[in-house]
């Protein structure tokens, strides 16, 4: 049986030795008991009692070397893997960016099987950052991790210096800038909201306290695994070291469905579409705010007069656009959700046009508008492109916008008292107000 060799463009620890080696013809070796695994380049003939390491600087990729796990003292390099190539003196490489580290849970499956090929290829973060992917996955999808590093590598992305999978929060999520939370219990027949929010608040608390041991002091959390809001003030709650400011739930791709919807009705190309904002929960008392939404620069009740259909048919349409596509497709808006966690970072890291905001479930202490604190509610924001962003103080409010804000945080509220007992708040109490489950999200 060969081992072999890997080559890792990011910086990869040397102070952990393998465990054991991995025998098969992909590019992998174990490097813990836990099954975190980097991914190589090609297989070479190294010695069985082999362990592979690797030192790399921000502007030079150095060999891995091969050491004998007997006697660790004297290492062996071999062939292709004992050169040191400084990227600092190619002409395409030299104006790249420091690497940063990005990490996403539920990597295995579709929404990561779409999103990560988009993170690779610069689309996201721009032509001259290089990222490192590190890939969270279960003991059950670990073959389909090593599935999708390969995919990866066959993909060739100049900018993919490094990919690393692992079963473990605690070593996928070290030093990471980036955490993409999309792993989550779906819901099944018959499973009650409560039920779903006790299941993967379990998991949004583990996540959390791993972000606070090892990740980056100032990473930037994304959640999409549902009910994302309280499942981010679950992961923020267990990691006080982070800002909670720099947590979010994803509402992005409802704030894209409300742009498509108002496009359609005004019958105009959905780029004239601007200042968009879901208030509230990632559920059906989701508030579309059409009040301070404007069509090429002109507020949409005055481009659209039918206020029955903006009252009514216009959320329902939002809330109900997932549910639809399945009947269609007989699958979920993997797609879509990841083109809009793309679009979420992009608002994170591109300075916000004037005059325009996004959405993002983020948390309220300290909010403009008047919303209870201490919840994570979609708002408005703006950002000037560091990866922080502000509050949008601009907006209007009328009593039918205000009433149906002040519902979907009263559901909130209630999601709240129901994992206390996951945010180190007491006893859990439900009493959640019925089934408001997105149709398409069971």
Same mark, same amino acid.
């Given at each position: 049986?060969? !081992?072999?060799?890997?080559?890792?463009?990011?910086?990869?620890?040397?102070?952990?030795?393998?465990? !054991?080696?991995?025998?098969?013809?992909?590019?992998?070796?174990?490097?813990?008991?836990?099954?975190?695994?980097?991914?190589?380049?090609?297989?070479?003939?190294?010695?069985? @009692?082999?362990?592979?390491?690797?030192?790399?600087? #921000?502007?030079?990729?150095?060999?891995?070397?091969?050491?004998?796990?007997?006697?660790?003292?004297?290492?062996?390099?071999?062939? $292709?893997?004992?050169?040191?190539?400084?990227?600092? *003196?190619?002409? +395409?490489?030299?104006?790249?960016?420091?690497?940063?580290?990005?990490?996403?849970?539920?990597?295995?499956?579709?929404?990561?099987?779409?999103?990560?090929?988009?993170?690779? =290829?610069?689309?996201?973060?721009?032509?001259?950052?290089?990222?490192?992917?590190? /890939?969270?996955?279960?003991?059950?999808?670990?073959?389909?991790?090593?599935?999708?590093?390969?995919?990866?590598?066959? #993909?060739?992305?100049?900018?993919?210096?490094?990919?690393?999978?692992?079963?473990?929060?605690?070593? $996928?999520?070290?030093?990471?800038?980036?955490?993409?939370?999309?792993?989550?219990?779906?819901?099944?027949?018959?499973?009650?909201?409560?039920?779903?929010?006790?299941?993967?608040? #379990?998991?949004?608390?583990?996540?959390?306290?791993?972000?606070?041991?090892?990740?980056?002091?100032?990473?930037?959390?994304?959640?999409?695994?549902?009910?994302?809001?309280?499942?981010?003030?679950?992961?923020?709650?267990?990691?006080? &070291?982070?800002? *909670?400011?720099?947590?979010?739930?994803?509402?992005?791709?409802?704030?894209?469905?409300?742009?498509?919807?108002?496009?359609?009705?005004?019958?105009?190309?959905?780029?004239? %579409?601007? &200042?968009?904002?879901?208030?509230?929960?990632?559920?059906?008392?989701?508030?579309?705010?059409?009040?301070?939404?404007?069509?090429?620069? %002109?507020?949409?009740?005055?481009?659209?007069?039918? &206020?029955?259909?903006?009252?009514?048919?216009?959320?329902?349409? $939002?809330?109900?656009?997932?549910?639809?596509?399945?009947?269609?497709?007989?699958? @979920?808006?993997?797609? #879509?959700?990841?083109?809009?966690?793309?679009?979420?970072?992009?608002?994170? %890291?591109?300075?916000?046009?004037?005059?325009?905001?996004?959405?993002?479930?983020?948390?309220?202490?300290?909010?403009?508008?008047?919303?209870?604190?201490?919840?994570?509610?979609?708002?408005?924001?703006? =950002?000037?492109?560091?990866?922080?962003?502000?509050? %949008?103080?601009?907006?209007?409010?009328?009593?039918?916008?205000? &009433?149906?804000?002040?519902?979907?945080?009263? +559901?909130?509220?209630?999601?709240?008292?129901? $994992?206390?007992?996951?945010?180190?708040?007491?006893?859990?109490?439900?009493?959640?107000?019925?089934?408001?489950? /997105?149709?398409?999200?069971?």
């Amino acid at each position: 049986m060969a !081992s072999v060799a890997e080559l890792n463009f990011g910086a990869c620890s040397s102070s952990r030795k393998a465990t !054991s080696n991995y025998s098969s013809q992909f590019s992998y070796v174990s490097t813990r008991l836990s099954h975190h695994r980097r991914v190589r380049l090609r297989p070479l003939p190294v010695p069985r @009692s082999s362990s592979i390491q690797c030192s790399v600087t #921000s502007d030079q990729v150095q060999a891995p070397v091969a050491v004998n796990t007997e006697d660790p003292k004297k290492p062996e390099c071999y062939g $292709v893997f004992c050169l040191t190539y400084d990227l600092k *003196a190619d002409e +395409e490489t030299k104006s790249w960016k420091k690497l940063i580290n990005i990490a996403v849970s539920g990597a295995a499956g579709m929404i990561a099987n779409h999103l990560l090929f988009k993170l690779a =290829s610069g689309e996201v973060f721009g032509p001259e950052q290089p990222i490192a992917l590190k /890939l969270l996955g279960s003991q059950r999808s670990f073959q389909a991790l090593e599935g999708v590093a390969m995919e990866l590598e066959d #993909s060739l992305y100049p900018l993919l210096r490094e990919v690393s999978i692992g079963i473990d929060p605690y070593e $996928v999520f070290q030093d990471a800038d980036w955490a993409l939370l999309i792993g989550a219990k779906p819901r099944g027949p018959g499973m009650e909201r409560a039920g779903l929010l006790d299941i993967n608040g #379990s998991i949004f608390a583990d996540q959390g306290k791993a972000l606070n041991a090892v990740a980056s002091r100032n990473v930037k959390v994304i959640v999409v695994g549902n009910p994302c809001n309280t499942n981010a003030l679950i992961c923020l709650k267990n990691a006080p &070291n982070i800002p *909670a400011k720099n947590f979010h739930a994803l509402t992005r791709l409802d704030e894209n469905r409300a742009k498509c919807q108002l496009a359609l009705k005004a019958g105009v190309f959905y780029d004239k %579409v601007s &200042n968009v904002t879901i208030w509230g929960n990632h559920s059906t008392t989701q508030v579309p705010d059409f009040l301070n939404a404007k069509i090429d620069g %002109v507020p949409v009740k005055h481009v659209i007069k039918d &206020n029955k259909w903006l009252e009514e048919e216009f959320t329902e349409m $939002v809330q109900k656009r997932g549910g639809v596509l399945i009947q269609k497709w007989g699958r @979920s808006s993997a797609a #879509s959700t990841a083109v809009s966690i793309v679009d979420a970072i992009r608002s994170l %890291v591109t300075p916000t046009r004037e005059g325009d905001w996004f959405s993002s479930g983020v948390y309220t202490t300290g909010n403009p508008y008047g919303i209870a604190d201490d919840i994570v509610f979609s708002m408005p924001c703006r =950002s000037n492109g560091d990866g922080d962003y502000e509050l %949008v103080k601009d907006v209007i409010f009328d009593d039918y916008l205000w &009433n149906r804000i002040k519902k979907t945080e009263a +559901e909130l509220l209630a999601e709240k008292r129901c $994992v206390a007992h996951l945010t180190g708040e007491g006893i859990a109490v439900c009493d959640l107000p019925g089934d408001t489950m /997105l149709p398409g999200e069971m």
